[in-house]
């Protein structure tokens, strides 16, 4: 058995704490300082993580491969099974080309600039990162909006800071899921938790979003559709995420913001329209994944959309895989159903895991759940078998198109199973503990700060699902020994995460290549600093209020 100590380095907890953060000091200097590949940066803190664990912490060797070996496994199912599922999906409506056909129809709903900025690249980015996350929506939304006329820097630029409201319950709900995982806590909890402070981004971001595009005047001219689409948005996500389903939280809203934009058209309109810029000069990508401006190519992408007229069916078909998807977890949501699903599954205690905390209690984290059935990858599956057949994609084809999609996301399933299982050798051996009694010596203070921990694992890491991991169980620890509410601290991990996914370099890549701008990711980031600061300030004083009298009726 293996008894977790706080201070085993000299029996101080300032010496441990050291140690204890020496993984994540490995993993944010070589992603960050260095630039090293994601996956080469993350198995490297992997292997100081064990190594820490071994010599620092005196875990059996044993035990250390075991909890590194259960938290690989957690990375790849549930994690990137779901995302491996949702990105088949994308893939399939593209090679079929009812992909541009969604992108046409949404041309069609306003040709005005800053209602497409929210429309698309908050509303329907919300829906891809509600079905996949991991930077696709980035890469999607900008390059519809590129198509629709966005100068390349700007269509990037605005994809980012969309990115931030639905990003805790994105890929179903994978970082609610992951940090009730780490932390112990439930996850209709944390979901709840979570759904009582990201609505009040979604109430901002549209307003960030029409001021990017067109500034002041923007502002004075469209706000009315930011204001609608933020918050039916904000709405939504509240009451899903508390009353409905924590995996449907982001699909509702999402579907509900752009119905109720749509709506709204259809009885106003800006008054003075601003419509897509013609290419100034050449240098300019003309679409995504263009090496440089290309006339003839931009006109005959032009003409193609001006001339198509896409049928009825044509747009029903487009539109279907994402009212599959929701059928398909809507049905699962019902009580028979879902009591059936939950049976299928198993949970059992990790071989070899044998574990007490300080105070002699064994983790959850070593229980291993196995919910095969009712795990959302397997629902998008399900989702993707009746897609193929919709789109009368051949079985063949969906078999080539499946594989293409793994060698897609192998270094991306690499990373994101090194990082859980980095997550899984902190947390078991105990310097995640360790470095979050340590925190909590900042008190009542820690609560402002919680946040800021979140945004800074997921500016160096690009997903709010890794930032959970890494911090979540740290939450507990410090909320634990500061008197604070653990559900708050560990849901204003991922809440503050959000706002750092548009300035992490993972994304700025990404959105630096949608747009052909590759090497100008500095460009970006320049564009989108100030404003993850300012949302992120915002965020701050939300959950240290929400620890206070003022705002602790808020707290579930």
């Known amino acids: 058995m293996y008894k977790q100590v706080l201070d085993p380095v000299g029996n101080a907890l300032g010496w441990s704490s050291l140690f204890a953060a020496l993984p994540l000091i490995v993993l944010f200097v070589l992603l960050g300082g260095i630039r090293m ?7 490297a803190a992997l292997l100081t993580a064990i190594l820490v664990a071994l010599i620092a912490y005196d875990m059996p060797f044993g035990q250390t491969m075991d909890s590194a070996a259960e938290g690989a496994v957690f990375g790849f199912f549930p994690i990137m099974w779901i995302v491996i599922n949702a990105i ?15 992108r046409r129809s949404f041309a ?11 429309i698309i690249a908050f509303s329907f980015g919300a829906l891809i ?20 006329g966005f100068r390349p820097i700007k269509a990037a630029a605005v994809a980012l800071v969309a990115n931030t409201a639905p ?4 890929a179903i709900a994978i970082p609610i899921v992951t940090l009730a995982e780490v932390s112990g806590l439930p996850k209709d909890d944390l979901g709840a938790m979570v759904g009582r402070q990201t609505p009040f981004l979604a109430l901002i971001v549209p307003l960030i979003l029409i001021a990017m595009v067109d500034g002041r005047r923007g502002l004075r001219q469209a706000w009315p559709a930011a204001v609608v689409g933020g918050v039916t948005f904000g709405a939504l996500q509240f009451a899903t995420s508390n009353y409905i389903s924590v995996e449907l939280t982001d699909i509702i809203a999402s579907l509900g913001s752009a119905a109720a934009i749509v709506m709204l058209l259809q009885v106003w309109q800006p008054s003075e329209p601003l419509l897509a810029e013609e290419p100034a000069a050449p240098g300019r990508p003309a679409i995504a994944g263009a090496e440089s401006y290309n006339p003839t190519l931009e006109a005959e992408v032009k003409r193609r959309d001006d001339e198509t007229k896409d049928s009825r069916r044509d747009i029903i078909l487009a539109y279907a895989p994402y009212a599959i998807i929701i059928a398909v977890f809507g049905i699962a949501q019902i009580g028979v159903i879902k009591d059936w699903l939950d049976g299928l599954g198993n949970e059992f205690k990790w071989p070899g895991l044998d574990i007490v905390n300080a105070k002699g209690k064994e983790p959850m984290s070593v229980t291993f759940k196995f919910n095969w059935a009712n795990a959302a990858g397997s629902l998008m599956l399900v989702a993707g078998i009746l897609t193929m057949l919709v789109l009368r994609f051949s079985p063949m084809r969906a078999l080539r198109t499946y594989w293409a999609t793994l060698v897609q996301l192998r270094w991306a399933i690499v990373t994101v199973m090194s990082v859980l299982a980095l997550a899984y050798v902190m947390n078991q051996s105990g310097q995640t503990i360790t470095l979050g009694t340590w925190a909590a010596e900042a008190g009542a203070f820690f609560a402002f700060l919680s ?8 500016a160096v890491t690009g997903s709010d699902t890794s930032s959970n991991a890494l911090f979540g169980a740290l939450q507990v620890t410090a909320a634990k020994d500061a008197g604070l509410s653990q559900t708050l601290l560990a849901a204003g991990n991922s809440s503050g995460g959000v706002l750092g996914k548009m300035i992490s370099p993972q994304n700025l890549a990404i959105g630096a290549a949608a747009v052909g701008m590759s090497g100008r990711e500095g460009d970006l980031f320049r564009r989108v600093l100030l404003w993850s600061l300012v949302l992120i300030l915002i965020m701050c004083v939300l959950v240290f209020l929400q620890s206070k009298p003022v705002l602790d009726w808020m707290v579930v």
């Not at 069609?108 to 929210?118: F, P």
């Not at 990003?167 to 994105?170: D, H, K």
């Open 37 to 43: 590949k994601a996956q080469w940066a993350a198995l």
């Open 88 to 102: 088949w999906v994308y893939n399939m409506t593209r090679e079929t080309g009812h992909f541009a056909v969604l």
């Open 108 to 118: 069609t709903v306003s040709a005005d600039e800053r209602i497409q900025a929210v």
């Open 129 to 148: 990162e509600a079905l996949a996350g991991f930077g696709t929506p980035v890469a999607i939304t900008s390059v519809m909006l590129i198509a629709l």
């Open 167 to 170: 990003v805790a319950f994105g």
């Open 451 to 458: 946040p800021l921990i979140g945004w800074f694992g997921v």
